[in-house]
Protein backbone atom coordinates (compact mmCIF):
# COMPACT_ATOMS: atom_id res chain seq x y z
CA UNK A 1 0.00 0.00 0.00
CA UNK A 2 2.70 2.30 0.89
CA UNK A 3 4.84 1.60 -2.12
CA UNK A 4 1.40 1.79 -4.53
CA UNK A 5 0.63 5.35 -3.00
CA UNK A 6 4.46 6.85 -3.55
CA UNK A 7 3.91 5.79 -7.36
CA UNK A 8 1.12 7.53 -7.70
CA UNK A 9 2.41 10.56 -5.66
CA UNK A 10 5.67 10.69 -8.00
CA UNK A 11 4.03 9.69 -10.97
CA UNK A 12 2.30 11.64 -14.06
CA UNK A 13 -0.82 12.10 -12.57
CA UNK A 14 0.97 13.07 -8.85
CA UNK A 15 -1.07 16.76 -9.23
CA UNK A 16 -4.63 14.40 -8.96
CA UNK A 17 -3.19 11.21 -6.42
CA UNK A 18 -1.95 14.24 -3.56
CA UNK A 19 -5.83 16.26 -4.20
CA UNK A 20 -7.24 12.77 -3.23
CA UNK A 21 -4.56 12.44 -0.63
CA UNK A 22 -5.70 15.53 1.28
CA UNK A 23 -9.17 15.29 0.65
CA UNK A 24 -8.90 11.62 2.62
CA UNK A 25 -6.50 12.85 5.18
CA UNK A 26 -9.42 15.59 5.81
CA UNK A 27 -12.23 13.58 6.11
CA UNK A 28 -10.29 11.01 8.82
CA UNK A 29 -9.30 14.41 10.61
CA UNK A 30 -12.88 15.41 10.54
CA UNK A 31 -14.54 12.41 11.63
CA UNK A 32 -11.94 12.22 14.53
CA UNK A 33 -13.16 15.78 15.60
CA UNK A 34 -16.44 14.72 15.41
CA UNK A 35 -16.21 11.38 17.30
CA UNK A 36 -13.64 13.59 20.31
CA UNK A 37 -16.88 16.05 19.88
CA UNK A 38 -19.77 12.71 20.84
CA UNK A 39 -21.10 13.04 17.38
CA UNK A 40 -21.31 10.27 14.54
CA UNK A 41 -19.42 11.22 11.24
CA UNK A 42 -20.96 9.61 9.10
CA UNK A 43 -24.36 10.88 10.20
CA UNK A 44 -22.81 14.37 9.95
CA UNK A 45 -21.35 13.97 5.93
CA UNK A 46 -24.19 12.56 5.35
CA UNK A 47 -26.36 15.69 6.21
CA UNK A 48 -23.66 17.74 4.34
CA UNK A 49 -24.83 15.77 1.18
CA UNK A 50 -28.43 16.18 2.42
CA UNK A 51 -27.79 19.97 2.80
CA UNK A 52 -27.04 20.28 -1.02
CA UNK A 53 -29.29 18.40 -2.20
CA UNK A 54 -27.33 14.88 -3.55
CA UNK A 55 -29.29 13.21 -0.80
CA UNK A 56 -33.25 13.45 0.57
CA UNK A 57 -33.93 15.09 3.75
CA UNK A 58 -36.28 13.36 5.88
CA UNK A 59 -38.72 16.00 5.04
CA UNK A 60 -39.22 19.14 3.18
CA UNK A 61 -41.00 22.59 3.54
CA UNK A 62 -44.24 23.14 1.43
CA UNK A 63 -42.81 23.93 -2.17
CA UNK A 64 -39.14 22.76 -1.96
CA UNK A 65 -37.37 19.63 -2.74
CA UNK A 66 -34.04 17.97 -3.28
CA UNK A 67 -34.40 19.88 -6.76
CA UNK A 68 -34.31 23.38 -4.85
CA UNK A 69 -31.15 22.00 -2.49
CA UNK A 70 -29.58 21.03 -5.82
CA UNK A 71 -29.71 24.39 -7.40
CA UNK A 72 -29.23 26.13 -4.52
CA UNK A 73 -25.98 24.57 -4.10
CA UNK A 74 -24.90 25.34 -7.88
CA UNK A 75 -25.90 29.14 -7.06
CA UNK A 76 -23.02 28.91 -4.82
CA UNK A 77 -21.22 26.89 -7.11
CA UNK A 78 -20.86 29.02 -9.73
CA UNK A 79 -19.02 32.28 -7.92
CA UNK A 80 -16.70 29.91 -5.94
CA UNK A 81 -15.35 28.46 -8.65
CA UNK A 82 -14.95 31.27 -10.66
CA UNK A 83 -12.60 33.27 -7.81
CA UNK A 84 -10.71 30.31 -7.67
CA UNK A 85 -10.39 30.49 -11.43
CA UNK A 86 -9.38 34.29 -10.44
CA UNK A 87 -6.86 32.97 -8.24
CA UNK A 88 -5.05 30.35 -10.57
CA UNK A 89 -4.41 33.03 -13.36
CA UNK A 90 -2.61 34.98 -11.00
CA UNK A 91 -1.25 31.88 -9.10
CA UNK A 92 -0.01 30.42 -12.77
CA UNK A 93 2.37 33.73 -13.21
CA UNK A 94 4.12 33.43 -9.71
CA UNK A 95 1.54 35.91 -8.41
CA UNK A 96 -0.76 35.75 -5.21
CA UNK A 97 -3.85 37.62 -5.69
CA UNK A 98 -5.71 37.83 -1.73
CA UNK A 99 -7.71 40.66 -2.59
CA UNK A 100 -10.67 38.72 -4.70
CA UNK A 101 -13.08 39.24 -1.80
CA UNK A 102 -12.23 43.04 -2.69
CA UNK A 103 -12.82 42.69 -6.55
CA UNK A 104 -15.85 40.94 -5.87
CA UNK A 105 -16.80 43.35 -3.65
CA UNK A 106 -16.25 46.31 -5.89
CA UNK A 107 -18.08 44.48 -9.28
CA UNK A 108 -20.51 43.52 -7.30
CA UNK A 109 -21.66 47.40 -6.41
CA UNK A 110 -21.04 48.84 -9.26
CA UNK A 111 -22.86 46.57 -11.31
CA UNK A 112 -25.42 46.65 -8.56
CA UNK A 113 -25.81 50.34 -8.29
CA UNK A 114 -25.91 50.91 -12.39
CA UNK A 115 -27.53 48.21 -13.59
CA UNK A 116 -29.91 46.32 -10.70
CA UNK A 117 -31.85 49.41 -9.63
CA UNK A 118 -32.80 50.34 -13.15
CA UNK A 119 -36.49 48.86 -13.21
CA UNK A 120 -37.37 50.22 -17.11
CA UNK A 121 -34.32 47.86 -18.02
CA UNK A 122 -35.40 44.28 -19.88
CA UNK A 123 -33.41 41.31 -18.82
CA UNK A 124 -31.87 40.69 -22.08
CA UNK A 125 -30.14 44.08 -21.76
CA UNK A 126 -29.43 44.39 -18.19
CA UNK A 127 -27.78 40.60 -17.68
CA UNK A 128 -25.30 41.21 -20.24
CA UNK A 129 -24.76 44.65 -19.07
CA UNK A 130 -24.46 43.25 -15.20
CA UNK A 131 -21.59 40.25 -16.87
CA UNK A 132 -19.76 43.34 -18.68
CA UNK A 133 -19.45 45.18 -15.93
CA UNK A 134 -18.37 42.64 -13.66
CA UNK A 135 -15.61 41.22 -16.56
CA UNK A 136 -14.41 45.45 -16.68
CA UNK A 137 -14.43 46.33 -13.56
CA UNK A 138 -12.40 43.55 -11.87
CA UNK A 139 -10.51 43.76 -15.12
CA UNK A 140 -9.59 47.55 -14.82
CA UNK A 141 -8.67 46.96 -10.72
CA UNK A 142 -6.63 43.78 -11.32
CA UNK A 143 -4.22 45.66 -13.93
CA UNK A 144 -4.17 48.64 -11.29
CA UNK A 145 -2.50 45.93 -8.83
CA UNK A 146 -0.35 44.55 -11.66
CA UNK A 147 1.00 47.52 -12.74
CA UNK A 148 1.69 48.76 -8.83
CA UNK A 149 3.22 45.30 -9.15
CA UNK A 150 5.77 45.74 -11.94
CA UNK A 151 6.47 49.57 -11.89
CA UNK A 152 7.07 50.27 -7.68
CA UNK A 153 7.43 46.94 -6.93
CA UNK A 154 4.63 47.04 -4.37
CA UNK A 155 4.11 42.99 -3.65
CA UNK A 156 0.58 42.02 -4.93
CA UNK A 157 -0.76 40.78 -1.00
CA UNK A 158 0.12 43.87 0.49
CA UNK A 159 -1.73 45.98 -2.55
CA UNK A 160 -4.71 43.87 -2.40
CA UNK A 161 -4.86 43.78 1.04
CA UNK A 162 -5.09 47.46 1.31
CA UNK A 163 -7.62 47.86 -1.61
CA UNK A 164 -9.80 45.13 0.06
CA UNK A 165 -9.85 47.75 3.14
CA UNK A 166 -10.71 50.65 1.22
CA UNK A 167 -13.06 49.22 -1.41
CA UNK A 168 -14.87 47.65 1.84
CA UNK A 169 -15.17 51.14 3.35
CA UNK A 170 -16.23 53.17 0.36
CA UNK A 171 -19.01 50.72 -0.51
CA UNK A 172 -20.28 50.64 3.52
CA UNK A 173 -20.23 54.03 3.22
CA UNK A 174 -22.35 55.07 -0.14
CA UNK A 175 -24.73 51.52 0.56
CA UNK A 176 -25.52 53.39 4.54
CA UNK A 177 -26.43 56.77 3.21
CA UNK A 178 -27.44 56.19 -0.62
CA UNK A 179 -28.70 52.13 -0.91
CA UNK A 180 -29.59 51.09 2.28
CA UNK A 181 -32.66 48.76 3.18
CA UNK A 182 -34.03 50.47 6.77
CA UNK A 183 -35.29 46.97 7.42
CA UNK A 184 -32.69 44.89 6.53
CA UNK A 185 -29.78 47.25 7.01
CA UNK A 186 -28.28 45.64 3.94
CA UNK A 187 -28.53 47.15 0.47
CA UNK A 188 -31.62 47.30 -1.86
CA UNK A 189 -32.20 43.93 -3.55
CA UNK A 190 -31.87 44.03 -7.10
CA UNK A 191 -34.40 43.65 -9.89
CA UNK A 192 -35.26 40.47 -11.33
CA UNK A 193 -34.32 41.48 -14.65
CA UNK A 194 -30.86 42.40 -13.62
CA UNK A 195 -30.59 38.83 -11.24
CA UNK A 196 -28.42 36.41 -12.33
CA UNK A 197 -30.55 34.15 -11.07
CA UNK A 198 -33.84 32.96 -12.16
CA UNK A 199 -35.81 32.48 -9.11
CA UNK A 200 -39.37 30.55 -8.38
CA UNK A 201 -39.05 28.48 -11.58
CA UNK A 202 -41.21 25.78 -11.70
CA UNK A 203 -38.98 21.67 -12.20
CA UNK A 204 -40.38 18.85 -11.39
CA UNK A 205 -43.18 20.71 -9.06
CA UNK A 206 -41.02 22.58 -7.11
CA UNK A 207 -39.50 26.18 -6.66
CA UNK A 208 -35.82 26.63 -7.84
CA UNK A 209 -33.51 29.19 -8.05
CA UNK A 210 -31.87 28.54 -11.62
CA UNK A 211 -28.41 30.56 -11.85
CA UNK A 212 -27.35 31.57 -14.89
CA UNK A 213 -23.11 31.81 -13.43
CA UNK A 214 -23.10 27.71 -13.07
CA UNK A 215 -23.03 27.69 -17.04
CA UNK A 216 -20.21 30.67 -17.02
CA UNK A 217 -17.93 29.11 -14.71
CA UNK A 218 -17.95 25.70 -16.29
CA UNK A 219 -17.33 27.23 -19.76
CA UNK A 220 -14.51 29.79 -18.36
CA UNK A 221 -12.94 26.74 -16.78
CA UNK A 222 -12.26 25.01 -19.94
CA UNK A 223 -11.17 28.50 -21.36
CA UNK A 224 -8.29 29.08 -18.94
CA UNK A 225 -7.04 25.44 -19.00
CA UNK A 226 -6.89 26.01 -23.12
CA UNK A 227 -5.15 29.56 -22.68
CA UNK A 228 -2.36 27.66 -20.20
CA UNK A 229 -1.92 24.61 -22.08
CA UNK A 230 -2.36 25.79 -25.98
CA UNK A 231 -1.59 29.05 -26.16
CA UNK A 232 1.72 31.15 -26.67
CA UNK A 233 0.36 33.67 -24.00
CA UNK A 234 -0.43 31.59 -22.12
CA UNK A 235 2.68 29.59 -21.88
CA UNK A 236 4.44 33.04 -21.36
CA UNK A 237 2.31 33.72 -18.38
CA UNK A 238 3.40 30.23 -17.60
CA UNK A 239 7.11 31.41 -17.85
CA UNK A 240 7.03 34.32 -15.90
CA UNK A 241 5.80 32.25 -12.96
CA UNK A 242 8.24 29.49 -13.02
CA UNK A 243 11.62 31.70 -13.65
CA UNK A 244 10.86 35.65 -14.13
CA UNK A 245 14.52 36.34 -15.34
CA UNK A 246 14.90 33.42 -17.69
CA UNK A 247 11.73 34.11 -19.17
CA UNK A 248 13.07 38.33 -19.63
CA UNK A 249 16.26 36.68 -20.79
CA UNK A 250 14.38 35.04 -23.72
CA UNK A 251 12.36 37.70 -24.69
CA UNK A 252 8.98 37.60 -22.93
CA UNK A 253 7.86 41.02 -21.38
CA UNK A 254 7.35 40.48 -17.82
CA UNK A 255 5.90 43.11 -17.01
CA UNK A 256 3.30 43.31 -19.45
CA UNK A 257 2.53 39.64 -18.61
CA UNK A 258 2.34 40.72 -15.12
CA UNK A 259 -0.14 43.45 -15.35
CA UNK A 260 -2.15 41.21 -18.18
CA UNK A 261 -2.33 38.41 -15.51
CA UNK A 262 -3.59 39.81 -12.88
CA UNK A 263 -5.72 42.12 -15.44
CA UNK A 264 -7.62 38.47 -16.54
CA UNK A 265 -7.25 37.24 -12.68
CA UNK A 266 -9.71 40.51 -11.73
CA UNK A 267 -11.76 40.09 -14.47
CA UNK A 268 -12.67 36.80 -12.89
CA UNK A 269 -13.17 38.29 -9.88
CA UNK A 270 -14.87 40.54 -11.09
CA UNK A 271 -17.50 37.99 -12.69
CA UNK A 272 -17.32 35.82 -9.57
CA UNK A 273 -18.84 39.19 -7.83
CA UNK A 274 -21.88 39.94 -10.10
CA UNK A 275 -22.61 36.26 -9.78
CA UNK A 276 -22.16 36.51 -5.79
CA UNK A 277 -24.05 39.79 -5.30
CA UNK A 278 -26.66 40.00 -8.24
CA UNK A 279 -27.18 36.25 -8.08
CA UNK A 280 -26.49 33.79 -4.85
CA UNK A 281 -27.00 36.68 -2.44
CA UNK A 282 -28.87 39.39 -4.00
CA UNK A 283 -27.82 41.86 -1.48
CA UNK A 284 -24.42 43.19 0.05
CA UNK A 285 -23.63 43.64 3.22
CA UNK A 286 -22.56 47.04 4.46
CA UNK A 287 -18.14 46.66 5.17
CA UNK A 288 -18.43 43.22 4.96
CA UNK A 289 -16.10 41.28 1.97
CA UNK A 290 -17.44 37.36 0.71
CA UNK A 291 -15.53 35.01 3.44
CA UNK A 292 -15.19 32.89 -0.72
CA UNK A 293 -12.84 35.33 -1.68
CA UNK A 294 -10.57 33.34 0.75
CA UNK A 295 -12.31 30.09 0.51
CA UNK A 296 -11.48 30.05 -3.82
CA UNK A 297 -7.74 29.86 -2.54
CA UNK A 298 -8.48 26.37 -1.14
CA UNK A 299 -10.13 25.44 -3.79
CA UNK A 300 -7.42 26.38 -6.23
CA UNK A 301 -4.72 24.31 -4.24
CA UNK A 302 -7.01 21.62 -3.91
CA UNK A 303 -7.22 21.21 -7.74
CA UNK A 304 -3.51 22.02 -8.00
CA UNK A 305 -3.63 25.29 -9.75
CA UNK A 306 -5.49 23.35 -12.75
CA UNK A 307 -8.86 25.47 -13.87
CA UNK A 308 -10.52 21.50 -14.68
CA UNK A 309 -9.20 20.38 -10.61
CA UNK A 310 -10.70 23.79 -10.08
CA UNK A 311 -14.53 22.46 -10.79
CA UNK A 312 -14.16 19.22 -8.32
CA UNK A 313 -12.54 21.08 -6.16
CA UNK A 314 -15.03 24.20 -5.79
CA UNK A 315 -17.64 21.10 -5.22
CA UNK A 316 -16.36 19.35 -2.48
CA UNK A 317 -15.74 22.79 -0.59
CA UNK A 318 -19.19 24.12 -1.03
CA UNK A 319 -20.26 20.82 -0.26
CA UNK A 320 -19.05 21.52 3.35
CA UNK A 321 -20.05 25.43 3.17
CA UNK A 322 -23.64 24.93 1.62
CA UNK A 323 -24.47 21.87 3.88
CA UNK A 324 -23.45 23.56 7.14
CA UNK A 325 -26.23 24.48 8.25
CA UNK A 326 -28.22 21.65 7.79
CA UNK A 327 -25.42 19.84 9.28
CA UNK A 328 -25.46 21.85 12.43
CA UNK A 329 -29.27 21.55 12.71
CA UNK A 330 -29.49 17.45 12.44
CA UNK A 331 -26.55 16.78 14.30
CA UNK A 332 -26.14 19.53 17.23
CA UNK A 333 -22.52 21.04 15.97
CA UNK A 334 -21.76 25.01 15.09
CA UNK A 335 -21.92 25.41 11.61
CA UNK A 336 -18.47 27.10 11.44
CA UNK A 337 -17.16 23.49 11.68
CA UNK A 338 -17.50 23.54 7.76
CA UNK A 339 -14.60 25.81 7.59
CA UNK A 340 -12.96 24.68 9.95
CA UNK A 341 -12.67 21.64 7.62
CA UNK A 342 -12.12 23.80 4.67
CA UNK A 343 -8.85 25.18 6.24
CA UNK A 344 -7.80 21.71 7.40
CA UNK A 345 -8.35 20.61 3.49
CA UNK A 346 -6.46 23.98 2.86
CA UNK A 347 -3.64 22.67 5.06
CA UNK A 348 -3.52 19.05 3.25
CA UNK A 349 -3.60 20.37 0.10
CA UNK A 350 -0.99 23.27 0.67
CA UNK A 351 1.44 19.87 1.60
CA UNK A 352 0.90 18.75 -1.65
CA UNK A 353 4.73 19.20 -3.23
CA UNK A 354 6.22 17.98 0.26
CA UNK A 355 4.15 14.61 -0.44
CA UNK A 356 5.44 14.55 -3.57
CA UNK A 357 8.94 14.73 -2.63
CA UNK A 358 8.86 12.21 0.00
CA UNK A 359 7.18 9.82 -2.28
CA UNK A 360 9.95 10.30 -4.89
CA UNK A 361 12.23 9.86 -2.59
CA UNK A 362 11.49 6.89 -0.77
CA UNK A 363 10.98 4.93 -4.28
CA UNK A 364 14.07 6.52 -4.94
CA UNK A 365 15.76 4.69 -2.01
CA UNK A 366 13.78 1.20 -3.11
CA UNK A 367 15.42 1.71 -6.43
CA UNK A 368 18.90 2.00 -5.03
CA UNK A 369 18.07 -1.29 -2.43
CA UNK A 370 16.78 -3.50 -5.16
CA UNK A 371 20.20 -2.02 -7.10
CA UNK A 372 22.28 -3.08 -4.09
CA UNK A 373 20.81 -6.45 -3.96
CA UNK A 374 21.29 -7.37 -7.45
CA UNK A 375 24.89 -6.21 -7.23
CA UNK A 376 25.97 -8.52 -4.69
CA UNK A 377 23.69 -11.85 -6.53
CA UNK A 378 25.66 -11.04 -9.60
Keep these: ?203 GGVNCKVPLGIVIAVLIAFVVQFLFDKTSFGFELKAVGLNSRCAKYFGVNVGKSVVLSMAISGALAGLAGVCYYLGYTNTIIPKTLAGMGYDSISVALLGSASPIGAILASVIVSIFQQGANYMSSRVGVAKEIASLITGIMLLYAACGNYMRIVAHSYLQKELDKTSSREGKER
Design 1 to 203: MKKFLAQRLDGRYSAFWASVLAIILTLITASLLLLVMGKDPVVAFQSFLQGCGFLPKANYGGGSGMLSDLFDFLNYLAPLLLASLAFIAGFKTGLFNIGISGQMLFSGFLATVFIGYNKSMSAAIAKPLVILIGLASGCLLGALIGFLKYRFNIHEVVSTIMINYIISYLTGFFINNNYVDMMTRTSRICTAAARLTWTNVKI
